[in-house]
């Protein structure tokens, strides 16, 4: 039987992350989709994260893991 743990960043981690990344990636916009706005009657946001330079999802995921 396998254990898994599941891990919860605090602050202090999130702040350090952070701190890493901000040389490497761009702040990036939220975008309001009409079609789904519409579709669900509320707002809703896409956060543009494939205009980041190297135009990957995972790229704050991945600096970190290096």
């Known amino acids: 039987m396998q254990t898994t ?3 919860f960043p605090n602050l202090k ?9 901000k040389e490497v990636v761009s702040l990036t916009p939220l975008s309001k989709n009409e079609r789904y706005s519409n ?5 809703v946001l896409f956060k543009r994260e494939d205009l980041q330079l190297v135009r990957t999802y995972n790229i704050r995921r991945a600096y970190n893991k290096m």
């Open 5 to 7: 743990t599941t891990y």
């Open 13 to 21: 981690d999130v702040e350090a992350a952070s701190e890493k990344l």
């Open 39 to 43: 579709q669900f009657d509320c707002n």
